[in-house]
């Protein structure tokens, strides 16, 4: 029963996705067309973002230890154990901002219009095609556009998920661009989907996401990448491992409280 109900969930989530987005297809297709309009597109993207998870009970909780500015240029990096996790950086992050994700993305009728205009594809196995993407990113980031990248590369299919190691690409951009790197800890989202590539279901809750000061790389220079990148992974793999570490002692407290008559 509980399987069958996550799987009732999952559908009902991605059916709003879809409806919301269908109905939002005019304005992403109008402001598609040109940069100057792209934010204007994240600003409907956020709405096609928040309403499919709000609906579905899927709420969130953020954490910020310092506040963003809506002009601010940052390279967002944070792990990635789930489908939601785009969705959640499209609602937190501010200004004009772009994705690079996998090229399989462009296979997903949602994303396809998106990843053909305002973010970026990459073929993984594809050194040109990385240097292609990066230089891309680059000239958005010259153009006041943020960049949201999982560091990762990908979801590994690990159940618990743990952080994997980061790749030096989005490291190396931020300190050629001298923009700040914000790591960004998606603490609990697999808990509500879990994503394997086989959509096993998913569940109402609240998601706890961290966005960690950010990392100056003003007078960094291209051999500090594996500085930067060691940097980032241990905040996020602290906070990771922090936030487990709360959660099971309030398990255990609450295992251990008196039943109240």
Known sequence: ?????????????????????????PIFYYTSRKPKRYRVLNFFRKINAAVPLLLSGMLWRIHAEHTLTKDGVYVYCPNHTSFLDSPLLLILCNGNH???GKEELLK?????????????????????????AFKRASENIENGMSLVIFPEGGILERYPPQLHHFKNGAFRLAIEKQVPVIPITLANVWELFFDDGKLYGSRPGVIDIFVHKPIETIGLTPDDDEMLKNQVYHVINGKIKDYEDRQKRSRKDSALSPVRR
């Not at 399987?3 to 109905?23: A, C, E, G, N």
């Not at 949602?110 to 993984?124: E, H, Q, S, W």
């Open 108 to 132: 997903v009728p949602v994303l396809k219009l998106f990843f053909k205009t305002i973010d970026i594809t990459v073929k993984r196995e594809s050194k040109l095609s990385s240097y292609r």
């Open 98 to 100: 772009h994705f690079i």
């Open 1 to 25: 029963m509980k399987i069958l109900l996550r799987k009732l969930h999952l559908y009902y989530y991605l059916s709003l996705t879809v409806l919301v987005y269908y109905f939002l297809y």
